[in-house]
């Protein structure tokens, strides 16, 4: 029987007798009974706990690509699942009706860390993912499947805004061996007005990967029209990226389509995608794409030395691939920065859904 209720460690007392989650940089303050933004964290016997520990809006397999990683097992299926709420409040936000969720009846599947990681495993799945919401709120769930991951030698990927508190952060990256973070702007302005949150601790959060972890790290930005898809904006984060970060850190830049609270504004043209791509590139970063959109240049990687095409993608199918064992160039032999194993996987674009419960019965009974 899995606890759906468990205590946390990243917390603390108030003088006034709430209790603050020390998570996030939001730092909800909670009396008896309250939840904090996120929706599953909340206070109970004057403690902070997990509320949904080990249920799920629902399990599926994906191409890691979905993801998106490019340069991170290419072509191999990941099991994939997320939860409910978030500690952001994103007004275009593309998940909303499971990260905005504000009731536990969405979390209809449930499976305990063993249970998802045996059946990863029989699946044929090379990872698991923590998405559709941020990993970072389900902390103590999303690290116990890890570590489970890990002994079986299945790899985690988190796809998280990065939005977690400098303890907290070095805990729950120890456990990932993959990261897309979400970096949703690069203007304290757009997150202050349309996410709720601040700019500067997903940049640390970046950094923190980057530079001190060997997670591998790939970057995502959805362009918004009229928001943050200026040229003068995407100067400034390619730049830093290059600067802070390091010219191999894949970028991809997705399309939004008008969703949650921002149904006014139009889908981003392909061309702004194509210009975003354009200007980190003349940046000096290595390796661009586009996603969202059916862009056969734009999904395809390069060798940065040479130019040859090394891996060329029709959305999530591997229509070519020209790595030499060792992940280099089969070209000029130019070393190609990611994680790439001697042949590429063969899931294609397929998304199975899958129902856990049916493990759990099977092997629990």
């Not at 909670?30 to 949904?52: A, D, I, M």
């Not at 990611?338 to 019965?361: H, N, S």
């Amino acid at each position: 029987m899995i606890n759906e209720v468990v205590a946390t460690r990243y917390w603390s007392r108030r003088p006034d007798g709430r209790v603050q989650c020390d998570l996030c940089p939001r730092a909800c303050k909670l009396r008896e009974g309250q939840r904090g933004l996120c929706f599953v964290r909340g206070c109970e016997h004057g403690e902070v706990v997990l509320l949904s520990y080990g249920r799920s809006s629902g399990f599926c397999i994906d191409p890691v690509e979905k993801k998106p990683l490019n340069h991170f097992l290419p072509g191999t299926p990941v099991l994939s699942f997320g939860t409910a709420g978030c500690n952001l409040a994103c007004k275009f936000c593309q998940n909303w009706d499971m990260s905005k969720s504000r009731e536990m009846d969405i979390l209809a599947d449930r499976a305990s860390p063993e249970t998802l990681v045996r059946a990863a495993g029989e699946l044929g799945c090379r990872s698991i993912a923590f998405t559709y919401n941020d990993p970072v709120i389900f902390l103590e769930y999303a690290i116990d499947v890890a570590q489970a991951a890990r002994a079986a030698s299945i790899k985690s990927i988190a796809v998280t805004a990065g939005y977690i508190c400098a303890e907290p952060r070095a805990d729950f990256f120890a456990h990932m061996d993959a990261a897309n973070v979400d970096l949703k702007a690069f203007s304290q302005d757009f997150y202050h007005k349309l996410t709720g949150g601040h700019l500067q601790p997903v940049l640390d959060t970046l950094e923190y990967l980057a530079n001190e972890t060997e997670v591998w790290l790939e970057i995502t930005t959805l362009l918004i029209p009229g928001k943050n898809d200026s040229s003068e904006e995407i100067e400034a984060m390619s730049a830093w990226i290059r600067e802070a970060l390091g010219a191999d850190v894949p970028l991809h830049f997705t399309a939004f389509h008008p969703d949650w609270k921002m149904r006014d504004l139009p889908p981003t043209p392909p061309q702004s995608l194509q210009r975003a791509r354009d200007i980190a590139l003349k940046n000096g970063l290595r390796y661009v794409y586009t996603g969202n959109v059916h862009d056969l240049a734009g999904g395809t990687t390069h060798c940065h030395h040479c130019g040859h095409a090394l891996i060329v993608r029709d959305w999530y199918v591997l229509e070519e691939w020209n790595l030499d064992a060792g992940g280099v160039c089969g070209h000029c032999g130019t070393p190609c920065t990611g994680v790439f194993e001697a042949k590429p996987g063969r899931w294609g674009a397929r998304r199975q859904p899958v129902y856990l419960q049916t493990f759990a019965d099977r092997h629990e009974s």
